[in-house]
């Protein structure tokens, strides 16, 4: 865990501690439900540490729901039972083409960090490619969440039916690297932060590699341009070569009908907890209002197009 002084000089590099909009308003009546992920993972460590942020900035009541990703935050979103979710942009993209307008319609509060795209093997399994998974026993992330969504695509990208192509089984991270060191799978799909710690744990017992999207980016990109191509470095999880693959952003999003006070409130707060947040989980300090913006193709809700404009005039 970072030092609060660490965190706010990385924060004053990055010109993060500059002038922000005043005060938030204080909101004792407001009561939200948070949607994060499973325990432990960086959906749930994130908002927890965003809950108590709107506790402390806005004394408002959060209740934080663990769930299974994703998905399942999405629907709770268009179901009414939850007020903010965490989501990737793809599962988001498609909710907003299914539901583009009404009051539980996704909007943006903010681009929050990005995940990268991992398939994991043993170094020795004679898997090369995502090709050679046919018919392997393989992880595709939990039900309802992001993780399995790129994982089907990546397969039927590759010409791989997700369900008859491999022996899928659906496993969160933890179980994932479990089953995988336990010999029970032969590979499993996973998105999120580098590195991931529970990869990274991994990687110290069993020697791992990731599989290398290059030769799929372009044609998966055509179909699903929300990905974005990436690199994970050399030197990462001992795998001494670069990798290519996929960039995943995610988001914090809201329902449209939220008031463009309380959206920009909640916002605000964010940014102005943000030291806090990144001593509970350092990947809040790539949090960052240049790039919080870019939220394609979700809108940004009112109320935080309004903070934005505020803060660039702040700065200015």
Not at 51 to 65: F, H, K, S
Not at 227 to 245: D, F, H, K, R
Not at 270 to 297: E, H, K, N, V, W
Request: glycine share 10%; hydrophobic share 45%.
């Amino acid at each position: 865990m970072a030092t609060r002084r660490a965190v706010l000089r990385a924060l004053g590099a990055l010109g993060l501690v500059a002038a922000l909009p005043g005060c938030s308003r204080s909101y004792p009546d407001l009561r939200l439900k948070l949607a994060t992920g499973a325990k432990g993972g960086n959906y749930f460590t994130l908002g927890t540490a965003l809950a108590r942020a709107w506790q402390i900035e806005l004394a408002a009541t959060t209740e934080v729901l663990t769930t299974g990703g994703s998905l399942a935050n999405l629907t709770l979103l268009a179901s009414g039972g939850a007020d903010v979710v965490i989501s990737q942009v793809d599962t988001a993209a498609d909710q907003l083409r299914r539901t583009p307008d009404g009051p539980r319609s996704p909007r943006a509060l903010s681009r929050i960090y990005d995940d990268v795209v991992h398939v994991v093997v043993p170094a020795g399994s004679p898997v090369t490619a995502l090709a050679g998974l046919r018919g392997a026993r393989v992880s595709v992330g939990a039900s309802d969440s992001g993780v399995l969504v790129i994982a089907q695509r990546l397969l039927r990208a590759t010409g791989i039916d997700p369900v008859t192509g491999i022996r899928p089984t659906n496993l969160g991270i933890t179980q994932s690297v479990a089953a995988l060191e336990a010999g029970t799978i032969d590979a499993f799909f996973w998105s999120g932060g580098l590195p991931t710690p529970a990869v990274d744990d991994l990687a110290r017992r069993l020697p791992i590699r990731l599989l290398d999207l290059g030769d799929i980016q372009q044609s998966l990109r055509k179909v699903y341009p929300v990905y974005t191509p990436g690199t994970v470095p050399a030197g990462s999880y001992t795998i001494p070569e670069p990798i290519q693959t996929l960039l995943v952003r995610n988001f914090l999003l809201v329902g449209a009908a939220m008031t463009d006070d309380v959206a920009h409130a909640l916002i605000q707060a964010l940014f102005q907890q943000q030291p806090a947040l990144a001593q509970a989980i350092q990947l809040a300090l790539t949090i960052d209002l240049r790039a919080a913006i870019g939220t394609q193709p979700v809108p940004l809700h009112p109320g935080a197009e309004a903070f934005y404009r505020e803060a660039k005039n702040a700065d200015s």
